[in-house]
């Protein structure tokens, strides 16, 4: 039986694709079966980051909706072929699903993959909720500013209200040189404002951006740390 993770955040731009489509690729090269849901209504990225925007046809809106079947609306990867990519619908009217629908897909799809990697909306919103009907674990990805962790703290909350217990955050763009100034929050201010424990750093690395707009993750460019820190975080997923 696989498991439904989600990436959540309150601030926008803080990683949460990049995040998904990065752990999504570490999770196949294992060997896993993993479908990455962008739930990002209105708003699809992950597509672009994974390079696999020429191919979609149906989404998770048609899915919703019983216009196709799961499988009809996923993209596999050109690089592991247990990995695929639902991408969210472009039209936001046209998403009208409700929490049990969206358990249901979560469900079904649970039988047939080890890690359903759920691309969630930036905000406290009902989006967010929706995102989270069924899930297994929320991980708020955060970068190290203070409004940044205030909105990681709301958003986490509304995913207690939303009935998902099981978190984690995750420390996103983290640079070590900008945190020696004193200036940033440091580990222990986030573990005073972050009620879930840490699950994981990723660095700070211009390279991310420009491997983004190849629409390649960066951990399929072998050795450099940020495949280690994804490693890292994929041992602890693995182990939850
Ligand atoms: N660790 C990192 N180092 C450097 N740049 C990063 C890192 N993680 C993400 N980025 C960059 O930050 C930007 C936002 O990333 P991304 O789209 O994943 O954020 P998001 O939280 O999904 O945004 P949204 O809230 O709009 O969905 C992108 O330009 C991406 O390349
Ligand atoms: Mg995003």
Same mark, same amino acid.
């Given at each position: 039986m696989g498991k439904v993770i989600l990436s959540a955040s309150g601030k926008g731009g803080v990683g949460k694709s990049i995040f998904t489509a990065n752990l999504g690729a570490t999770l196949a090269e294992r060997g896993l079966k993993i479908v990455m849901i962008d739930m990002n209504v209105g708003l699809r990225n992950l597509d672009i980051y994974m390079g696999l925007?020429? $191919?979609?046809?149906?989404?998770?809106a048609d899915v919703l909706s019983g216009v196709c079947r799961p499988g009809k609306a996923m993209v596999r990867d050109k690089r =592991? +072929?247990?990995?695929?990519?639902? +991408?969210?619908? @472009?039209? $936001?009217e046209k998403f009208d699903a409700s929490h049990s629908d969206v358990a249901r897909l979560y469900a079904g799809l649970k039988e047939n993959y080890d890690f359903i990697l759920v691309d969630g909306p930036a905000g406290v919103t009902k989006e967010l909720s929706l995102a989270a009907a069924g899930a297994d674990l929320g991980l708020i990805i955060t970068t190290l500013e203070y409004v940044s962790l205030r909105d990681a703290d709301m958003a986490d909350s509304l995913?207690?209200?939303s009935g998902l217990r099981k978190?984690?955050?995750?420390?996103? $763009?983290?640079d070590r040189a900008?945190?020696?100034? %004193? !200036?940033? +929050?440091? =580990?222990?201010?986030v573990s005073f404002i972050m009620k879930p424990p840490l699950l994981g750093i990723i660095q700070n690395d211009v390279n991310i951006h420009l491997s983004a707009n190849c629409g390649i993750p960066i951990v399929c @460019? $072998? %050795?450099?740390? !940020?495949e280690e820190n994804f490693n890292r975080i994929a041992d602890? !997923?693995? %182990?939850y």
């Open positions: 925007e020429n $191919k979609v046809i149906y989404d998770v =592991f +072929p247990s990995l695929y990519v639902m +991408p969210a619908t @472009q039209k $936001k995913l207690v209200e978190r984690a955050y995750v420390l996103n $763009k983290v900008l945190l020696r100034t %004193g !200036i940033l +929050p440091t =580990f222990e201010d @460019q $072998k %050795g450099n740390y !940020i602890r !997923i693995i %182990g």
